[in-house]
């Protein structure tokens, strides 16, 4: 094994700037291309708030930063750690149900003392890996105990932060779990049988959920029965997007966003501003950024080198796709409203250090290939 | 082995999480395909409707109003104007300390309880950076004491705003009428939108029919509002057409003076000039002051008027119907002059009274020792009612009503203050309609002396006594002299000239002499009216029956309550050679015309006519 090792190091026509610092150039330019754009519209967002800006910048930078540091750890060590961090993950979990703070009606802080933690944020990364590490001890794919099992790592974690209640991040954490089972070859008759469980589990669902949450997927169903409450967003956000046309009504220029009309405007709103100030086009442009992004997380998946690196890469590719389905679903109106930002766009800090820990994983994944022999 | 088993599953696996990626990336590109589909759908196909909604959102249409109007009598006199007025405004997010600040104010300024409690209601439902009013109607002693501690309450404005003013308080208030709050049945006949800034609208009188006129014509100015509704800027800005300032015929002066005359006696005088139509004087007494409506009357006030026995609200002149009385007579006897029914030479015996043949009921004559033998111009002088009992027998009732209604009677004159009652002139048709009776002999005679069921306004009084004035020029009575604009009056109301059949001109000017005798001459029933006039005036008393006495009972002022009184009537024009002036005078339970309506007639006639006096008038 070290000698594969050696040889990648020895060899001299690979020692790029990419492989030693374990950066990926594709996923680094996207990801750049994305935060960069996601400025000026949050500039605009925000009434020109430097402020903003320069709080933005900062995450950004902890943000790049951590996933700098995350490529570099191999995915060997992450393997090994990874059911000690979900151990750990689901005590946190449990320990804000019952210490947590609550911050805007919902229990998802942890108070350390120094620093105000959201164990939830972490589960993101670690669930996927836990049912990665779990899948990839036998062969593919899987037999129906190991996904019984599987899908119980994924539903403790689900079910814990749901009753934070997180309804957004458990459908995060949830759908990041069942990308792996899926990308592991989770059989289409189970899928199927899956889907018909989820419509038959819906009532019982609704029978669960919270009256605010009740409320929201009310309010995406009949928007304009409560124009000025919970229908109000929906509305505005359409209104903004659709004024904007083919070509937007230019930076810092949008009425929807600076006179207040949009709620959110520079958070989970956000592509309803980039809608308004740079129409079509300027969504195209972002959606075409994201496209590489996942496109090149994809790529790298394919191209690990083992089952663990494959499933978790592919399944965070995958997740965030969902992010953007999701946030820009639920802006146009398609979607009920969850609490999703738009990735890297989105003013907010916690979910996007998460968000590029898991890119760093996917650098790590690609930048630590064993080169092997033909 | 194992060893291959693991290379060949590892190929497999590979190749699976190819397939699976495959399709998970299918289904992103579908999934974003779909989203790229709504985007165009908002963004392309519904652009224009998604455009209007976020125009809505901000832009919003603040109205204008314009200010009203001026009223002028026909020599400039204001009657009707806007003053400026004060309300005492405070803008929430500007202030500390609420309770402070008005605390502090209101040793400044009077603040009740109930201004204090509105205030605060106002307070919770009005945006922080909006001016909620505190007190409304500063009075200027007020706005200068603020004035000077003006810096001490920040965030605290006083306002200025226009209100109706009638300067004259009571002064012709029957005809000027006045303006109201709007309110719900105003707001049915009116375009909401030309008054969505206008507060206040004509309610009656003048200032209802010419509401068009004065008004105006609302402008607005768009501006840019935020979500708050705060304005952030003005886009554009239609300035409102001020209404027309309107001129009526009305003569204050005259006015004044015939109000004066009244002398708080109850009932109503028009005075119009023949030729024209022009209204000089539009009296009904008592009157109201104006100004109370106009920011809406308090409970007490406006029960003390509606109680009142007087019935100051009630405007006498366009709906106070009368019976004629003797005042018809000149008409009645005209009328059958031009259809040849009698000569003006024929006469007949007064005894007193007049008995229909074959009938043992007696109809009195006023005086009960007969006045005779009368002709029709003695019969009009000393207003005998036997040869008018005669009179209307050899005509009957149809000849009777279609000869009234030439002059107007039992119809609206379209006078353009709106309102006007139309009076009854009973005819066969219309008792067998109403009453489904037929007509009875003994209902002729009395419609002959003006009694019975007969009733007449007193502008259709006056506008027939015009129209005698003038050998049959009928023209429609009216307060308008000018507007802005021209003088048109608007929709509805007519100004209209007719000239009534003259078969003989001689008949006319019998009637006429005969009205001149009234007060000129020796046996006239006004002859004390006539004493030392400088100028000829016709006119006839007339004294209208409020309750009919029975055969033989005898008319006592002293011991019948005052409501139940005659009403006292007398109309007149003069020169009388060259009419310039006509008036129709009405005192309800005044007694008889002789007595109280000649000599307030003299009057009225005397301050226009006479130069001394019309130097007198002149303020």
Known sequence: MSQYIDMGRNDASRRDWQSVLHLDATLLFGLTCASVFGLFVLFSATDQSHTTLIRQLVRLGVAFATMAVIAQLRPQWLMRWTPWLYGIGLVLLLAVLIFGDTGKGAQRWLDLGFIRFQPSEMM?????????????????????????IAGLLIAIPVVLIARQPDLGTSLLIASAGFFVLFLAGLSWKLLAGLGVS??????????????????????????????????YHI????????????????????????????????????????????????????????TVIIVRSLYIATQAQDTYCRLLGGSLGLTFFIYIIVNTGMVTGLLPVVGLPLPLVSYGGTSMVTLMAGFGILMSIHTHRKLLPT | MPHRVTIKDYLFESRLFMRRTVVALIIAGLLFVGLIARLIYLQVVDHEHYVTLSDENRIKIQPLAPNRGLIFDRNGVILAENLPSYRLEITQELVKDMDTTLDKLSQLIRIQDIDRKRFKKLLKQTPHFKPVPLRFHLNDEEVARFAVDRHRFPGVDIVAGLTRHYPNGALAVHALGYVGRIDIRDLQRIDTSNYSGTTHIGKTGIEKTYEDKLHGKAGYSQVETNAEGRILRTLERVAPIPGENITLTIDARLQTRVEAIFNNRAGAAIVLEPQTGDILAFVSMPGYDPNLFVNGIDVKTYRDLRNNIYQPLF???????????????????????????????????????????????????????????????????????????????????????????????????????????????????????????????????????????????????????????????????????????????????????????????????????????????????????????????????????????????????????????????????APVNNPQIAVAVIIENGGSGSAVAAPMVRQIIDSWLAPELSQELTP
């Open chain 1, 124 to 148: 993101k990364l670690v669930v996927p890996m836990m049912v990665a590490w779990f899948l990839s001890d036998k062969g593919l794919p899987p037999k129906i105990t190991r996904i019984l």
């Open chain 1, 198 to 231: 989820a419509a038959a589990g819906a009532p019982i669902l609704w029978h669960f959920m919270h009256s605010y949450q009740r409320q929201r997927v009310y309010t995406f169903l009949h928007p304009e029965q409560d124009p000025l409450g919970t229908g």
């Open chain 1, 235 to 290: 509305i505005q956000s359409k209104i903004a997007i659709g004024s904007g046309g083919t070509f937007g009504k230019g930076w810092l220029n949008g009425t929807q966003a600076h006179l207040e009309f949009l709620p959110e405007s520079s958070t989970d709103f956000i592509f309803a501003v980039l809608g308004e100030e740079f129409g079509l086009a300027g969504i195209l442009l972002l959606l075409l950024i994201y």
């Open chain 2, 315 to 573: 405007n006498r002149a366009l709906r106070g119907q009368y019976p004629p009385g003797s005042t018809i007579k000149p008409f009645v006897g005209l009328g059958a002059l031009e259809q040849h029914t009698v000569t003006a030479h024929d006469s007949i015996f007064c005894p007193g009274f007049y008995q229909l043949p074959r009938k043992d009921r007696k109809y009195r004559d006023w005086k009960k020792t007969g006045h005779g033998t009368m002709s029709m111009v003695s019969a009009i002088t000393q207003s005998c009612d036997v040869y008018f009992y005669d009179l209307a027998l050899s005509m009957g009732i149809d000849q009777l009503h279609d000869s009234l209604a030439l002059f107007g009677f039992g119809k609206r004159t379209g006078i353009d203050i709106s309102g006007e009652a139309p009076g009854l002139l009973p005819s066969r048709s219309w008792k067998r309609k109403t009453r489904d009776q037929p007509w009875y002999p003994g209902e002729t005679l009395i419609t002959g002396i003006g009694q019975g069921f007969m009733l007449t306004t007193p502008i259709q009084l006056a506008s027939a006594t015009a129209t005698l004035a003038t050998y049959g020029q009928k023209i429609t009575p009216h307060v308008i002299l000018s507007s802005q604009s021209g003088s048109e009056p608007p929709a509805g109301t007519v100004i209209s000239t007719s000239q009534l059949p003259v078969n003989e001109l001689q008949h006319w000017q019998t009637v006429i002499h005969a009205m001149q005798e009234v007060v000129h001459g020796k046996r006239g029933t006004a002859r004390r009216t006539g004493q030392n006039a400088s100028y000829r005036m016709a006119g006839k008393t007339g004294t209208a029956q409020v309750f009919g006495l029975k055969e033989e009972e005898k008319y006592d002022a002293e011991t019948i309550a005052e409501k139940l009184r005659d009403h006292s009537l007398f109309i007149a024009f």
